[in-house]
Every structure is written in C-alpha cells, then in structure tokens.
T-cell receptor, first 113, second 114 residues
Framework: GESVGLHLPTLSVQEGDNSIINCAYS??????FIWYKQESGKGPQFIID?????DKRQGQRVTVLLNKTVKHLSLQIAATQPGDSAVYFC????????????FGSGTRLLVRP | DTGVSQDPRHKITKRGQNVTFRCDPI?????LYWYRQTLGQGPEFLTY????????KSRLLSDRFSAERPKGSFSTLEIQRTEQGDSAMYLC????????????FGPGTRLTVT
C-alpha cells in the first residue's frame, strides 16, 4: 500500500550547523511532496513543497531535494536555530486523483545550544 | 487571528458518549480537511470538503464518524459511541485552490476517551 517513512526518528544538531532530514516514499505515482514542521501543541506548519518535475527547490534557509529514482526526499535546514526544534513530517500526494496528504511518522529535530 | 481555529482544544469523554468538534477555516478557503493524529505518528487523512460537498472519505472514517460543512464555511466532525481507540488529536486544515500541499492546519482538538 501507500506509505511514507523516515530513516531517523530523532536528529540532534548543534546550533548553527546544517540539518538534513530524510524521507523515503513508496508510491511511484506520487507527484507532489511537502515538508511540514510541527511544534508541541500546535498543528503542522507548511515549510516547503516540490513537484515531481523538479529535483530541488529552495526557500528561506530550507532546501528540499527529490530523487525519484530511489524515491527519496530530503529537507536541508541551513544554520539551524533553536526555533527549528520540532517534529518534521514529509507528506506525499497524487495530485491527479486526490487532495489528501499521506504523512510519514516524523523526525524530531533537537537543536543543541 | 485569521488562521484555522478549532473548538474545543481538549475534550475528555467517557466511552460510549458522542462528541462533536468544530473547525472554522480561513475565511476565503474553499477546501477543508480533517485528519487524525496519534502520538508519535503523522496525521492520517479522514475526509475533505470542497465548499459544502464532501468529496473524499477515508476508510478510517467508520460509520460512527460523520462530518458536515453545511454552508461551505465551518465544519463539524461528530463521533458517536466513542471508543478508547478514538483517543487522538483531530486536526482540521483548509486551503484555497492551488495544490494540495497548501493546507493550513489548526491547533487541533485533543480527544481523550476514558
């Protein structure tokens, strides 16, 4: 069936370092991918998205990379800050058939001061 | 506050009782989504509306669950005869056209069934 998973459940980084959060997806029909950030007690917050016709997309301090060959998605956060501490989810969508998002189980990012 | 709001934020109920949650989307958003999230897991899709039409329902949405969006604005999610397995965070999101990822989430309603 459809699934979106993450390689590492917890990632600890030093403030100022770059962070890389990885995600594997299994549905080759997925053509739209999103990263969300969720802080404790809050709903997920949209970070960045990418369509399957792209390999890379950059935002403010964040970059998403998509490797369709191995069905892998990553989120890179530059100069990680304490405010980046949260759980990060990747999600996928098959845009031709539905607007529902299929989320993975999340990676917790801890930023050490 | 112009974001998605949900009410109540917390609900404790006894098994077998009915509960109803409300979601108010961002005012101009035509799509509204319900997800359920258990501890340590990502949100799971339940259902979504475009205006007042319910266009998709997950098989997770058993007969005890019903959602409405009568005037295409706010939505309610009702759970009848609650079970302990219904304990979770219920998240609402809304979007305006565009792609499916541009979903803005509310803070959620945490349900505890005792």
């Amino acid at each position: 069936g459809e699934s979106v998973g993450l390689h590492l459940p917890t990632l600890s980084v030093q403030e100022g370092d770059n962070s890389i959060i990885n995600c594997a997806y299994s549905n080759s029909a997925s053509d739209y991918f999103i990263w969300y950030k969720q802080e404790s007690g809050k709903g997920p917050q949209f970070i960045i998205d990418i369509r399957s016709n792209m390999d890379k997309r950059q935002g403010q301090r964040v970059t998403v990379l998509l490797n369709k060959t191995v069905k892998h998605l990553s989120l890179q956060i530059a100069a990680t800050q304490p405010g980046d501490s949260a759980v990060y989810f990747c999600a996928e969508n098959i845009s031709d058939s539905s607007y529902k998002l299929i989320f993975g189980s999340g990676t917790r990012l801890l930023v050490r001061p | 506050d112009t974001g998605v709001s949900q009410d109540p934020r917390h609900k404790i109920t006894k098994r077998g009782q009915n509960v109803t949650f409300r979601c108010d989307p961002i005012s101009e958003h035509n799509r509204l989504y319900w997800y359920r999230q258990t501890l340590g897991q990502g949100p799971e899709f339940l259902t979504y509306f475009q205006n007042e039409a319910q266009l998709e329902k997950s098989r997770l949405l058993s007969d005890r669950f019903s959602a409405e969006r009568p005037k295409g604005s706010f939505s309610t999610l009702e759970i009848q005869r609650t079970e302990q397995g219904d304990s979770a965070m219920y998240l609402c999101a809304s979007s305006l056209g565009g792609g499916p990822g541009e979903q803005y989430f509310g803070p959620g309603t945490r349900l505890t069934v005792t």
